[in-house]
Every structure is written in C-alpha cells, then in structure tokens.
C-alpha cells in the first residue's frame, strides 16, 4: 500500500512511529499534506505538501489516511479521495458523526471502503468488534466513558483536588485534548462517538445535536466534596439503551459508584461496558487518546485493508428502524446557588439539601422537560446524573 497521509500533528506523528516500529504491514508513506508547509518538521522536508492535490491526484497512492482537526476540510478531502477510487482511514469523529449518512453513500458509490477504528475510544478496538463480534448477538446497551480528556480532568480534580483550569492545561500538553478543548469538555466530542457507535450497535442514524449532552465545566468543589462523601467518582457517561421499539441515547456527567468498573477506569482511560442477549455483560478497556494509541489504531485500520476488510453496516439492514426517544425518566442531583431549578418540571424530588456553600436537591425528572428547562441555563446550576 501507498499511503498519503494528511496531518502531523499528535496522531500523525503517532501513527508515523508506530508504522516505523510495526515490520508486519506492508506499508509505505508517499507524503504527508499538512496546513503549514513553513512549520519545523522532525522528518525530511521532501515528505510534505501544504497541496493536497499532490496526494488525491496521485495514482499512485491508493490509502488516504486522514489525521486533521478541521472537521469540513476533512471531509472534503474525504469525498474527494473516495470519488478517485482510493480506500480512507480516518481518525475525524466530528466529521464521521456529522457527515455518516453521505460517507456511507461515498462507500457503496464508488465500492471503497471508509475505516474509522481510531475515531472511537483511540486504541479500544470498539467498532470492529461491535461489527464482527456482536453481528448475531442482540446487542441491549453500551455505555462507558468514550472521552479521554474529561477523564483525565475529572481524575485529577477528585482523586487531587487539582483546579480545572490547570489539569486542562496538562490535557492539553499532553496532546489528549481536542484543538478546541470545548469539544471535550462540552462532552461533544462523546456524543459525537456515541453518534457512530449508535450506528454500529443498533443501525440507528441520528444526528448528533439530537443526542441529550451536557459536559464537566460547571463541576465544583460543592459536587466533589459531595461525591467523595457519598463514595462516589463523576464521570462523563455515554450511554445508548434498547427500550422496547426506541433507543435511549444520551452523554452526562454521572455519579458512579466507587466500586464500580467504570470509576476505576482513570486519567487518559477509556472504557466500554456492552451488554447483550446471549454474551450478556462485557467490559473493553483502554487509552482513549494520545499519540501512539491512537496511532496503532490508524495502524490497524490500514492493516486491515490489506486484507480488503470493510464496514457492512449488517445492523442497519437488520434491525427494525428504531428511533430516538426522549420521554425517559432520570434521577438527579442538582446543585444551584440563588436560583433554584422549577420544582413543577420534577416528577418526584426526593432530597433537599441547603448550606451555606450550595443547595441541591435529588429527584426523578423528565427527559424532555430537561431539555427544555430554562433553570439549565442558570450559571451556577449545575446536573449530574445519579445512577
Ligand atoms: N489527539 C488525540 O488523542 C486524538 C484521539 C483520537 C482521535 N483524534 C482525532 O484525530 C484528528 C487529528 O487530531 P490531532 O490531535 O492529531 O490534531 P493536531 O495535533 O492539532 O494536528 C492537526 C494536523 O492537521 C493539519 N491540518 C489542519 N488542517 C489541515 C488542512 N486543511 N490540510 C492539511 N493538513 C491540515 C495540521 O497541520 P500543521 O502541522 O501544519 O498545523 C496538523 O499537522 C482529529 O480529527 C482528532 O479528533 C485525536
């Protein structure tokens, strides 16, 4: 294979060493396009283009492997390089989750195939196995933690009482948060993942900005002095759930338990809980981001095109349609200052706590009522999720 590589930031610096290291793949970089051609480069200055027309018109490269942080331009070169008859490995979740239905179009038009291993979880090998493994079983949830650095943050700020600002500062330097940190913490970047794994799990297409999120930024001290009390960890929860014809699909900071599987997945970590019929409950545990992590995902992704592998979407063709439901009851915790939420949008509330440092109440909401809430919107309230 021949490939034309765009991008040498993290991960394709990560993927070059992990291709150096790896003699199985018969693998071999023609160039690389990057956006800044005056930029220093660890490598020979002959590898790289700022002109990507060097690589889509290039015959003689016939793997695009896509490694960008801008999700449009990303897609462009995609489609472009799927037009030209050339396979795709990209690590670009905004660009899969937002782009999944013409991607899927791109694939069966022009007979390519399109892998995105790395996308998802980095080096945890989630979508082959959700395509492959889980084909006959009938798959009932997942749920895990799919992001890296809001881990990372989240670990350090309970287990280290260490400040918002400066663990994302290290999340940063470490090269385990996005280029715009507010996908992250926004918890956009799950939902983007949960976006593409609803796909490979269920057959269930929705668009992102459907899927009920919130991130970690209005965390405080009040909420982890609550959960260190209470034995708990906060983790931002991706979760997608049979219920009967409907899928429940949403991605929320989360007390768990601190004997649970999934609090004890920290820092980078990412983890993956998958519960079916036949297999009943399975655990798929690793590094959601970084360099070489997520590189050896890219790696295995071009190695299995070696082989002709491609995605075959088999749930989608199955199952029978399901749709997004937003009328789920949840529980609650709710942490406000002055302004206390709309007790009249609570089905039950079941705990009400006030202090001198904060005020929450614990009760059982509705979805829907949650996502129309204004109280929301209030600066110094803040939701997590219980249990
Ligand atoms: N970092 C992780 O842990 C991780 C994990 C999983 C998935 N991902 C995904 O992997 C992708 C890359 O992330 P990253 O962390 O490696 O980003 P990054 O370190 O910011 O590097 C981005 C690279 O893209 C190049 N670039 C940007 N726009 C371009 C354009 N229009 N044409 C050609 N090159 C362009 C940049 O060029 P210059 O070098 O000239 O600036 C740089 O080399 C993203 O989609 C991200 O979501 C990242």
Same mark, same amino acid.
């Given at each position: 294979?021949?490939?034309?590589?765009?991008?040498?930031?993290?991960?394709?610096?990560?993927?070059?060493?992990?291709?150096?290291?790896?003699?199985?793949?018969? =693998?071999?970089?023609?160039?690389?396009?990057?956006?800044?051609?005056?930029?220093?480069?660890?490598?020979?200055? !002959?590898?790289?283009?700022?002109?990507?027309?060097?690589?889509?018109?290039?015959?003689?490269?016939?793997?695009?492997?896509?490694?960008?942080?801008?999700?449009?331009?990303?897609?462009?070169?995609?489609?472009?390089?799927?037009?030209?008859?050339?396979?795709?490995?990209?690590?670009?979740?905004?660009?899969?989750?937002?782009?999944?239905?013409?991607?899927?179009?791109?694939?069966?038009?022009?007979?390519?195939?399109?892998?995105?291993?790395?996308?998802?979880?980095?080096?945890?090998?989630?979508?082959?196995?959700?395509?492959?493994?889980?084909?006959?079983?009938?798959?009932?949830?997942?749920?895990?933690?799919?992001?890296?650095?809001?881990?990372?943050?989240?670990?350090?700020?309970?287990?280290?009482? $260490?400040?918002?600002?400066?663990?994302?500062?290290?999340?940063?330097?470490?090269?385990? =948060?996005? *280029?715009?940190?507010?996908?992250?913490?926004?918890?956009?970047?799950?939902?983007?993942?949960?976006?593409?794994?609803?796909?490979?799990?269920? #057959?269930?297409?929705?668009?992102?900005?459907?899927?009920?999120?919130?991130?970690?930024?209005?965390? /405080?001290?009040?909420?982890?002095?609550?959960?260190?009390? /209470?034995?708990?960890?906060?983790?931002?929860?991706?979760?997608?759930?049979?219920? #009967?014809?409907?899928?429940?699909?949403?991605?929320?900071?989360?007390?768990?338990?601190?004997?649970?599987?999934?609090?004890?997945?920290?820092?980078?970590?990412?983890?993956?809980?998958?519960?079916? $019929?036949?297999?009943?409950?399975?655990?798929?545990?690793?590094?959601?981001?970084?360099?070489?992590?997520? #590189?050896?995902?890219?790696?295995?992704?071009?190695?299995?095109?070696?082989?002709?592998?491609?995605?075959?979407?088999?749930?989608? *063709?199955?199952?029978? /349609?399901?749709?997004?439901?937003?009328?789920?009851?949840?529980?609650?915790?709710?942490?406000?200052?002055?302004?206390?939420?709309?007790?009249?949008?609570?089905?039950?509330?079941?705990?009400?706590?006030?202090?001198?440092?904060?005020?929450?109440?614990?009760?059982?909401?509705?979805?829907?009522?949650?996502?129309? $809430?204004?109280?929301?919107?209030?600066?110094?309230? /803040?939701?997590? !999720?219980?249990?």
């Amino acid at each position: 294979m021949k490939l034309g590589i765009f991008g040498f930031g993290v991960v394709g610096q990560g993927l070059y060493h992990v291709l150096q290291q790896s003699n199985s793949i018969q =693998a071999e970089i023609e160039k690389f396009c990057i956006k800044d051609i005056t930029k220093p480069r660890s490598l020979d200055k !002959a590898l790289f283009t700022d002109d990507k027309n060097e690589l889509l018109h290039n015959d003689k490269i016939d793997v695009i492997v896509e490694l960008i942080d801008d999700a449009e331009a990303a897609f462009e070169i995609v489609k472009e390089a799927m037009n030209r008859g050339k396979h795709v490995v990209s690590a670009n979740k905004k660009m899969i989750a937002e782009h999944l239905e013409e991607l899927l179009e791109l694939q069966r038009k022009n007979k390519v195939s399109l892998l995105y291993e790395g996308s998802c979880c980095a080096s945890i090998p989630i979508i082959r196995n959700l395509e492959e493994y889980y084909d006959n079983d009938l798959m009932t949830s997942l749920e895990g933690i799919f992001n890296g650095s809001t881990n990372f943050i989240l670990t350090k700020m309970i287990n280290e009482s $260490a400040s918002y600002e400066n663990v994302l500062k290290e999340a940063q330097d470490l090269g385990f =948060a996005e *280029s715009d940190p507010t996908l992250d913490v926004e918890g956009i970047d799950a939902r983007y993942k949960l976006c593409i794994l609803l796909y490979h799990a269920f #057959g269930l297409i929705t668009n992102p900005d459907e899927l009920f999120t919130l991130g970690i930024t209005k965390i /405080n001290t009040f909420d982890i002095e609550f959960a260190q009390k /209470n034995n708990y960890e906060i983790k931002l929860i991706a979760r997608g759930k049979k219920v #009967g014809d409907f899928i429940d699909a949403t991605v929320l900071p989360t007390f768990v338990h601190q004997s649970s599987i999934l609090a004890q997945t920290k820092n980078e970590y990412n983890a993956v809980i998958l519960e079916s $019929a036949f297999s009943e409950s399975q655990f798929l545990y690793g590094k959601g981001a970084g360099d070489k992590p997520t #590189g050896s995902a890219v790696l295995s992704d071009i190695s299995a095109l070696g082989y002709g592998y491609r995605y075959e979407y088999k749930k989608a *063709s199955r199952t029978n /349609n399901f749709a997004l439901h937003e009328d789920f009851e949840m529980k609650v915790y709710v942490r406000f200052k002055d302004q206390h939420p709309n007790e009249s949008d609570f089905i039950e509330v079941v705990e009400k706590y006030s202090g001198p440092d904060g005020n929450y109440w614990i009760g059982y909401v509705s979805r829907q009522k949650m996502k129309d $809430a204004k109280w929301l919107e209030i600066p110094d309230l /803040n939701v997590i !999720a219980l249990g």
